[in-house]
């Protein structure tokens, strides 16, 4: 049995599993009973009375000290299982083909899905380069052309020609393969007729091996100090350099900044490929900083997650929190989610470490408080790409979207925000359901309707407004 299919039973339970395939068969033929027997199937030992692929869930002395999130999370959330269907399910894949469900990678919307998620990379699915976390780059593929040394890709593209009976005009924009590389490519290469080749290190049955999948014969053009590398697109090279992009090339700077996540800086640190979650570190998950909107002090591009559904509350942000810490680092070692989230031991169960937890922030001030309760509950809907109504919360240019301009849905032509008077801000009035303004109450809630604000965080709001609804 593969691995993968024990890690879905280690999920849930094998009755559960057994039940589910009785009701299969018998929704698919009425007239024929289906057998549940506790023999194993051909090839599996079951002598030791626990089935060999089922990881046994673990338990975990309990909290017993004071702080309340800490009571509450080990209350509501005692396994990964518990934290998957009150949590990410909700928040992150709760219908099918919106989301994570289905539809956006990661998907989480099961268990399993739910346990491909350690250790798996990030920004598989980024939509743009834009969008790329530094940390997430892993390394790129390698150049070679003719005997140069292989120098890893950062990013390419192919600018077709426009005219195929137009003079080639050489320069860095022309027609061609674009390579931007890590490393410069001796100017000798320049202007020359010569074969490329695009290595990429497999590992093969434990074996490391570096493979040579595609070679391009073409002349080539040397930009940018030797960075930046042009194949033109001629009659004996096109073909090649078709198949080329079909088949994908590992780029190390997919983001186009310069900086290659997973190269050594020049300190010689690493930080990166992070995964989406890191066993054992919470702090380098891609999930967490998702959620957070930054990794260890750094912002990550993107709207903070849930995109429309609540935010995570702090004892929900300590439950995953916990469960990501308490993850054996060893790769090797299966996981059960029916295993209990070790509270106890874990870092974030005092009110000083809880601060950072907070998906809305704190304090008073827009950049700390303000800007991120905005952005995490009204960012789905708010943001660049969902732009409705033309509000923007998400983002650099968020607050000069919002204080002192005119909403253009407001018969009254109020402001969204008019500093030092709240009641006279169509936003504020808007989020608490003033009788004065037109539509439903927002934030809006996909699942459940009108979902308020709590009463703290209006209060935030509010008094950031009547305060001069300041930048700091």
Not at 214 to 234: K, L, P, Q, T, Y
Request: net charge negative.
């Amino acid at each position: 049995m593969s691995s993968n299919l024990g890690r879905w039973l280690a999920s849930g339970s094998i009755a559960g599993a057994l039940l589910g395939a009785s009701s299969l068969t018998a929704c698919g033929n009425s007239a024929k009973q289906s057998e549940v027997t506790d023999k194993p199937p051909a090839g599996l030992d079951w002598s030791a009375g626990t089935p060999a692929f089922v990881t046994q869930a673990l338990t975990a002395e309990p909290y017993t000290g004071e702080d309340p999130e800490t009571l509450l999370a080990q209350a509501e959330f005692r396994t990964g299982s518990e934290l998957h269907s009150k949590v990410v399910l909700r928040s992150c894949g709760p219908t099918g083909g919106v989301c994570h469900n289905q539809k956006e990678y990661p998907d989480m919307r099961t268990p399993f899905n739910f346990l491909d998620v350690i250790g798996a990379p990030c920004n598989v699915q980024s939509g743009t380069t834009e969008g790329v976390f530094d940390r997430c780059e892993r390394f790129g593929d390698r150049f070679s052309l003719g005997n140069s040394p292989e120098i890893e890709i950062g990013w390419l593209e192919l600018i077709p020609e426009a005219d195929e009976n137009a003079e080639l005009e050489v320069g860095p924009t022309m027609p061609g393969l674009h390579l931007h590389l890590a490393d410069p490519l001796e100017d000798s290469f320049n202007d020359q007729d010569n074969t490329a080749r695009f290595i990429r290190t497999f590992i093969q049955n434990g074996a490391v091996e570096d493979l040579s999948y595609s070679r391009i014969n073409s002349r080539w053009h040397v930009f940018d100090d030797g960075r930046h590398v042009v194949a033109e697109m001629r009659y004996d090279s096109k073909d090649d350099i078709t198949a080329l992009m079909q088949v994908g090339i590992e780029q190390g700077d997919l983001n186009r900044n310069g900086t290659f996540g997973a190269r050594p800086d020049d300190k010689g640190n690493v930080t990166g490929p992070v995964s989406l979650i890191d066993r054992g570190s919470p702090e380098t998950s891609y999930l967490i900083s998702r959620l957070r909107g930054q990794m260890e002090g750094q912002e990550v591009p993107g709207t903070r997650m849930p995109l429309a559904n609540a935010p995570f509350s702090v004892a929900e942000m300590l439950a995953i929190f916990c469960f990501i810490e308490g993850l054996p680092t060893d790769s090797n070692v299966e996981l059960n989610l029916d295993s209990q989230i070790d509270y106890k031991n874990c870092s974030y169960t005092n009110a000083q470490a809880q601060i950072a937890l907070s998906v809305s922030g704190t304090g008073t001030g827009w950049l700390n408080r303000i800007s991120p309760l905005l952005e995490s509950n009204c960012g789905g809907c708010h943001s660049k790409e969902r732009a409705e109504g033309d509000l923007i919360l998400v983002g650099a240019g968020a607050l000069d979207s919002i204080v002192s301009k005119i909403s253009p849905t407001d018969p009254l032509a109020r402001p969204y925000v008019k500093p030092n008077d709240a009641e006279g801000s169509y936003l504020y009035l808007k989020l608490v359901g003033d009788d004065s303004i037109d539509g439903s109450q927002m934030p809006l809630d996909p699942l459940e309707g009108v979902r308020t604000l709590t009463d703290e965080e209006i209060t935030a709001i509010k008094t950031w407004i009547n305060d001069g609804a300041s930048a700091e």
